[in-house]
């Protein structure tokens, strides 16, 4: 049992012999890729911020034989659990933009209940399989990429009905030891400089998909699998103060008949959970999503009260400022409110770790997926032009117009010429730029579409009770309106009306 | 210590002799009076359900000597008790619209933390007289109205520069047994069917003001108290199935000389601590109102899914009534989640009672402040023209017109053209008539104005913390970016950067 | 050729006989009836309007024989035509609300389109019937409701599928001299006070509907025609200023074997064009409503405005009231700009008159169908809870209570406390009462719900054009990319691209 | 008098001399500036347009001479050239996302207004030297920057309040030949590759400000004018398949003591005028920016219905996607619907020139200085996540890894893979890169910010007549519920209310 700090976790990586591809390159040294450098800053965080005494509480969990583990790598076991998670990927990532990493934890979190409801219901060993698994990621204190989303192809098309049958990920052969595997998974988060894989259905399957309702954990070094991946954040931009320290890798991982050997399997044709499985995940990710957003809109509101000072127009005292100020704040604190009645209204599954309100999860994810949006708006209002004109850096490294540039861009007296231009490269990185443009698509799209946080509302709402509640209410109302005076009044009872007391309300 | 059932209460109004004017008319018996008739049952609501055991766990609390009060009449004294509270104020407002008595709730929890407040720093003794008035309500288990806002004149103005003194209510006379006050009190919930008052400042003041910084108890039918009251609900009206039911009372309570005795006066002319008690007043009723638009939210989503359901238009089956429906329910369980979180956030004060977190308070009352009104327009597109063009009671009334009307506003089979005509009917009263306009105008301005919210919400929100952070993350990020490439990195420690550590983490 | 003014329409109602049902009383005469007074006032209106003569150009036009007639009454001709109609429509809604009659300019417009496309396709002769029942409008200056939703039934099936036959209006007989109708129209505005009905079908229709696909013209008071109305407005109510004088009536019209000569019918059979005609219908009433709710917007601009002012709080000179005003402004003439648009790109029909653009038409039918709510939460931001709390007339009226009122709801000095409480209940009466809900559902369902005008504004958008653009730009970087230098840039011609000329655009 | 084509465009840069650096390197040729070929190629096809056939109506005028101008360089003489002009903005947008040229136009028509009120008011004569720059400017088919955004220092202080004199650009010497100016102007659209620049004032001014009441016009390469400029778009950028085409400069323009000749000079010292020429530039430009805008939208409802339909979701299949079409279609022709309003609405100056409606103008600006994030969001939920994880170029032209992506990331049938890949590149690079970023900024504080908008958009609006309408109702009303039967309705005359006519409108 060990917790990593960053540098052995960045050491960890050279275990590995990954086939990875960027931009054109053969990748020979993940943990040297300077191209890859934000992304493992960004998973390095994750680690480092565990031994932080002053956010060891939110950053490690205690397992029930006493062991510590990060907090990334552990299951939730109750509502305080899933409120400490949420402010672990809100620290996180007002840290690092993206810390990445909780992905592992929310697939962990789904794999407990399904594994467990499919050997409940089917008599299979999944369970096992998948405590085995969670000991050793805790044991080595481990990061995994979790690929859920298939190449998919014709987006009307089942996995079955798919003219190119790799389009899913599905087995091609089952034997006496395990498995092989092929297709691909897109839009893998992180995906060069994990440790292994963990992978999930994408979504619900009929008997005909069942080869490709398939589950199972993977070393990012297995033979066969490759990774091309696209470089994290904006890396070596002398105009990228955020992104060239902390970014995202995404990763096409394509399955070239790889095999998994049956204690690494967690799911293989059993259709009908196939969904339930991607639907659980969805449950804990959406959560995650929502603490993870929030530590974005943390540095938004951050940088942009101070650009706001720098210019000479504090929130305090400029009322168009303080207004874009409250709706930031109204929108930043709103969707994470969400995620904290997620943690609270939570549920135990089967097997004994909860997951967060579906109704709660769903409606932040898709708040932030909208909201991302307006967070940009605003934080442009406050800021002013200079988020986009300011000079280049090799404009202000030159003496003479470096001169100019100090003279002429100065606003706030006392404030450094410099502070305000980097704070405007600053706003710029996370709103109005490559990186700004991957957040807010990973927001409106990871975790699922705007539309599929909407039926997942709506799916899960109960409306039955609902609608009961006005079925009786008119029902009441109608008797009352009659000759009943003395009835035992709906508020007694929400689905009966007698009478047998008196009471005095809703008498006519 | 009783807890009284509806009909008790009723009963319990006749004990009172207040002077009440309603429609020009003097009101000769409150408990009698058919134009307060939906209010007077909303409050008894309120105590018949404290009776009823599905729901004696949110509507009653245990004090620490054993006995169990109305919760609405008891102080919260952990985040436990405020998401209970919360959820009452849901339950209540489901069934009546408007509980109104959730207000003396509100104004109790205010009072004991600014009592204690007052007599720590200027050792007076209003606490003890703050908590003889506790035990005189829980006693007798009574609803208070909560009279905050003064009539103002000239809102540009402060009290004291009206050129109308009487325009804030303010102590004319102290003597040995009490005090003499004079003004008026505007907009009060409830009114005419409560046991008392308690009076609160409803703004911060300036020395010169000190005589308006006043706050009290009095019943209802103190000599000079006089109120100006208009109808609750829309009462007899045959098309309101709802408000003729359930509806509120709003009145002008008008001060002429009214004697307080000293152990009813909770302040008296510390005008520092009246901005105080405001604003702590108004962190507990926002959060109240968050949990009573949820349940007007819940009455309004289940009436909608079964007017879609009865024009044959389920939203499970077209995709843009489950488009409406998923925007219905991110509003209302959007906001209700800032309640929930607001709850866990909570904050200890002084006097030991529990607070709600003024940040999530505020932007939960903003949210419902203006998306009443989608509310209102997302239950319109679902429900259909019928809500407001449905033929009126008479035209049913008569067979061969009833007849007519049966035949041609059928919707879906099965369902009677009546069931159909009566939702149609409710979702009207709830959104499109008087009272409609009523739970806009009392979402939008209830408990203090849009803007007051963002003032607030901006006033209390930690911006130094999310400063401080950033400036440490660029100091850090430009260190790295020259010599450092040994450091502590700032995700140690938030303030600091040193060079002790190798760490893997931002060097370049 | 005549032009009445306001009385000499009430007169005319004297001379039809219809059989009206309101409140479950039979009306005996329509211009006596006081519960029909609002709505015939605002008819009135669109009468005496055509006299005044600051407004003559816009209520009025010239036809090419050079009669006068009120514009409501008569064709548009060109795109200043829909532009003064678009005024007229603003102007008459500034003053009444909802002036009704310009659903009959919109049907006119769409009869000559449809029946000459008919008669071209078909060789029929519906358009010299439509010339001469065009005639027959001018010359009385007749006001005529236009009959367009059925009663719809089951709202997932067709006409045809419907389990009671009787659901849509159909044709039973056609003899010689005509054709016999039955079925009945729902939410008919301003039915009882009208002269004639002009029907047109409601949707699209198939071969197996062909019965259902009918127009036709009918007096109000024909044998077998019935109405159950609703009475307009808020008649004689003391708190309604505005809509106790103005207001508007809908009613179920009955077509139980109703008698049409075939020089009224104009059109009978010819489903394929059943859609067209409802389309261009809409088309030509949304552009209407645009207006119509602008001039709805101009009272509540105007009242607020004022309420600011009485209150003490000028948006000129409060930050957050002026910001309100800026949203108020930019809903209410945002969503005229588009009825400008309309008009301005507007389209000649085979009939040569002009039909609004269609998807301007749309956007803007659906911007103020959910921007109308919009409006009423920032009036009533602005205005504050006096809207909804200012005490009732009766007491107002009694010295006492009159003079304690006076006092205290003074706000601005010099203002008389009265013109205050007068703007607070007009203010109720336009966006906060059984009114004001109308207002909201006629915005948000009138002319089409509003996913009806998402589906015509997408229907009718040209996506060839812009997609063809964007295929032709890449084709072009495509190029230039690989070997071309000296082509004709795509500048040149959207769709093309050769190698001609010498440019100097987008070489690499 | 000629139109030069983009060939001569570019060579006529070759004529001047400026002092220019880029990326801390002095241009020694802006012609051949790769840095720059972005924005010059935009600007190419400002000149390209005007030849070809297909355009000219709407890219050229014709003087009053008979000569025909590019519109650009043109002032507008009535409504039908306010709409030209807006379509030229959006034909030009909708090629090179800013032609920038458009300022030029703006600068020009607010210059001949105001420099003949001025002349009219103090006896100058500014209008004969605009007259002779117009000529100038039209003659040699000039490009000319507006150079209005001073440096500003502390936005809360006034010009002649700074510290540092210099931060906004004002006249330290005047003699008998010219003037000498001093100061710097910030984010100056277009900067390096522009003819000459016309230099407005930013704001309005007070008497002490009077040496910063300054307007001239200046060639781009004037002794002592230095321009520290950004690359245009994302220059020689292979994922950037549009900006690597067309792009922005942006410059920061410093007049280190500039001498001006009289001739040259619109402005010098007259105080009261100067944010008179702010804001009718203002006006102008807002109007530009409407077309501007409209024209990125194009590209993007354009290339989001092409990718919709590669992924196989295409709009007219696909209900959420239909939805989200309908909301770009709303936003994108909402506001262009205000261009048209303000066009239509627009006003003849003094100077006989036309100017667009402001409250038009500035309602249009606001909303798509808000939208312009709901058009990026809406894009990203119809085109999917690809937008971003697209993998890069190089690894598509390697034949392993390039037949493996082919592979895996085909979607609709019969669509090639690099189509889908191209699309996806081309909307990150407009809606998610840093030019993406460029778009948001520009549009929400280019020609002014938003809160900019709001005070024009009410300080513009006609208050007077709305409360008036409003004032003369309720006096009408109150009236009619008195005494007066037969009162000449206000309907007649919306000021006054007699005694003189029986009309049967609103009588009791």
Redesign the interface.
């Known amino acids: 049992m060990k917790l990593m700090?960053?540098?052995e976790?960045?050491?960890s990586l050279r275990q590995y012999k990954p086939d990875i591809?960027?931009?054109?390159?053969k990748v020979t040294s993940v943990a040297d890729e300077p191209l890859f450098k934000p992304g493992i800053?960004a998973i390095?965080?994750t680690y480092?911020?565990a031994?932080?005494k002053?956010h060891q509480d939110i950053m490690t969990a205690k397992l029930s034989n006493g062991n510590v583990v990060n907090r990334l790598n552990a299951l939730d076991f109750n509502h305080e659990d899933l409120?400490k998670k949420l402010e672990m990927t809100r620290l996180i990532c007002?840290?690092t933009g993206c810390g990445q990493r909780y992905l592992m934890h929310d697939a962990l979190g789904a794999l407990a209940e399904i594994t467990k409801m499919v050997d409940n219901d089917k008599k299979t060993e999944y369970f096992n399989s998948f405590q085995g698994y969670l000991d050793h990621v805790q044991i080595h204190d481990l990061t995994c990429g979790t690929a859920v989303?298939d190449?998919?192809?014709?987006?009307?098309?089942r996995p079955h009905q798919q003219?190119?049958p790799?389009?899913y990920v599905h087995v091609i052969e089952k034997n006496k030891e395990g498995i092989v595997v092929r297709g691909?998974k897109?839009?893998i988060t992180g995906a060069p400089y994990m440790h292994e894989f963990i992978v999930l259905p994408t979504r619900n399957m009929t008997e005909k998909d069942k080869a490709y309702a398939l589950s199972f954990a993977v070393p990012v070094d297995a033979p066969g699998l490759?990774i091309?991946a696209?470089?994290a954040g904006r890396p070596e931009d002398k105009e990228a103060?955020?992104s060239s320290?902390f970014g995202q890798s995404?990763g096409?991982v394509?399955f070239n008949d790889v095999f998994i050997p049956w204690n690494r399997v967690f799911m293989c044709g059993e259709w009908e959970y196939a969904g339930k499985l991607a639907e659980a995940f969805a449950n804990h990710h959406r959560h995650s999503c929502i603490g993870a957003r929030a530590g974005l809109g943390?540095?938004i509101?951050?940088?942009t009260?101070?650009m706001a000072e720098y210019?000479?127009?504090p929130?305090a005292e400029v009322?168009?400022i303080?207004?874009a100020?409250?709706e930031l704040?109204?929108i930043v604190?709103?969707f994470?409110?969400?995620g904290?009645?997620?943690s609270?209204?939570g549920r135990k599954t089967v097997a004994k770790n909860y997951v967060p309100d579906s109704?709660?999860s769903n409606?932040?994810k898709?708040?932030l997926a909208?909201q991302v949006?307006?967070i940009?708006?605003i934080a442009?209002?406050i800021s002013?032009?200079?988020?986009?004109?300011a000079?280049?850096p090799?404009?202000l490294?030159?003496p003479e117009?470096g001169e100019?540039?100090n003279?002429?861009?100065?606003?706030?007296?006392g404030v450094p010429t410099e502070d305000r231009i980097?704070?405007a490269r600053?706003i710029?990185d996370l709103?109005?730029?490559?990186e700004?443009?991957?957040y807010?698509?990973?927001s409106?799209?990871?975790g699922g579409?705007?539309?599929a946080m909407?039926?997942s509302?709506?799916g899960n709402?109960d409306?039955e009770n609902?609608?009961?509640?006005?079925?009786s209410?008119?029902k009441c109302?109608?008797k009352?309106e009659g000759t009943c005076k003395n009835c035992e009044?709906c508020?007694?009872?929400e689905h009966e009306c007698s009478d047998t007391r008196?009471?005095?309300?809703?008498e006519k």
Chains 1, 2, 3, 4 share one sequence.
């Not at 002013?384 to 004109?389: E, P, Y």
């Not at 003279?407 to 007296?413: I, P, Q, R, S, W």
């Not at 709103?431 to 490559?434: E, F, M, V």
């Open positions: 700090n960053g540098q976790y960045v050491e591809q960027v931009k054109g390159k800053n390095a965080v480092e911020l031994h932080n002053k409120r007002k840290w989303t190449a998919k192809g014709d987006r009307s098309k003219s190119n790799d389009l691909a897109a839009n490759k091309i696209k470089p103060p955020f320290n995404t096409l394509i943390d540095m509101i951050g940088s009260a101070l210019n000479g127009l929130h009322a168009h303080q207004r100020m409250s704040i109204r604190e709103g994470y409110a969400t904290i009645a997620a609270v209204l109704v709660q409606i932040g898709l708040m909208e949006y307006d940009f708006r442009h209002e002013g032009g200079i988020v986009n004109t000079p280049n090799e404009d490294e030159l117009s100019l540039i003279e002429y861009l100065a606003a706030k007296e980097n704070m600053f710029e709103t109005a730029s490559k700004g443009g991957f807010s698509i990973i409106n799209h990871g579409s705007p539309e909407r039926k509302a709506v709402y409306f609902q609608k009961n509640h006005i079925i209410k008119l109302f109608a009352l009044t508020v007694n009872d008196e009471h005095g309300i809703l």
